[in-house]
């Protein structure tokens, strides 16, 4: 199978979401921990001696390896200048520890944990990722 | 040790739900973003999956202390919703809608040996030490600010 990246692809997205609803299930109840991408790279980079934390990021970045084995996979194609990418980090970084997570931390299992704080969260997140893109492609373009 | 295997698994879950779903790709993301265009709303998909598994362990961590590891199981205590929530999620939303990109598929496309995720996970990881920068600058001031 080849990944889309172009198109609505219902099964493939529904079934990886199944996938990484059951990697929070293993995180929460295996170890304890919330699923939050930000939040766990922030602990790695702020707290180097977690072990699991660098077990937890072996197996994230080591993922692509395994999903090449699978299935016919696209590169990642990232839009805009090094510039861009360089603010867009900037602001995600700081953002997701302004708010206390990101997309996976308030949108996969502050929602799964019916957080209003991460309804909040993520109703404005998405609010200004639907703002931000319509401002790009379709104002200044 | 146990706790470093289950790290491990929910690593690897994670990044091939992000493959499998298509939100490795900036691109994929974007396409969802975009609702007054060529709208693309999988990663709706993405999420309600999630949801539907999360939800239920979810529910089940909550009625337990600790973990399969022996760890204790750590929620997040119930706050309100303040003005760091919100502007947090302003910054962040703000930077996801120019890239496509949030931190979970900043890190796994590492694993594609992507340019575009290096320099964003290095610009990423300068939010996060300016955020922690900030917030000590915040809590060493406080107290003389009440003093005076």
Same mark, same amino acid.
């Given at each position: 199978m080849t990944l889309d990246l172009v198109h609505f692809t219902p099964v493939a997205s529904l079934s990886g979401g199944l996938l990484i609803g059951g990697a929070a299930a293993l995180l929460i109840l295996g170890s304890g921990r919330i699923l939050g991408a930000a939040g766990l790279y922030a602990g790695l980079v702020l707290a180097p001696a977690?072990?699991?934390r660098w077990f937890w990021l072996a197996g994230l970045v080591a993922a692509p390896l395994?999903?090449?084995l699978i299935w016919t996979i696209p590169a990642p194609l990232?839009?805009?200048s090094p510039i861009t990418l360089l603010v867009a980090g900037l602001l995600v970084g700081f953002g997701a520890r302004l708010g206390s997570g990101c997309t996976s931390g308030h949108g996969v299992c502050g929602l799964s944990r019916l957080s209003p704080r991460s309804l909040a969260a993520t109703s404005i997140f998405m609010a200004t990722g639907f703002l931000v893109v319509f401002a790009v492609r379709h104002l200044v373009s | 040790m146990v706790r470093n295997a289950f790290a491990l698994a929910a690593g690897l879950a994670f990044g091939l739900g992000l493959c499998l779903s298509g939100m490795y790709g900036p691109q994929k993301v =974007? !396409?969802?973003l975009d609702i007054t265009g060529a709208w693309d709303p999988s990663l709706a998909f993405v999420m309600g999956g999630a949801i539907a598994v999360a939800l239920p362990a979810f529910a089940l961590a909550r009625r337990q202390r600790l973990s399969w590891s022996g760890e204790p199981i750590? =929620?997040?205590p119930t706050r309100p919703i303040d003005w760091p929530l919100a502007l947090g999620a302003v910054v962040f939303g703000a930077g996801? !809608? =120019?890239s496509g990109v949030c931190?979970?598929?900043g890190l796994v496309d590492l694993g594609f040996l992507s340019a575009g995720a290096a320099i964003f996970v290095v610009a990423m990881t300068v939010g996060v030490f300016a955020?922690?920068?900030l917030e000590a600058g915040l809590r060493g001031r406080r107290p003389i600010a009440q003093d005076a």
């Open positions: 977690q072990m699991w395994l999903a090449r990232f839009p805009g | =974007l !396409g969802f750590e =929620l997040p996801w !809608g =120019l931190p979970g598929p955020h922690g920068a």
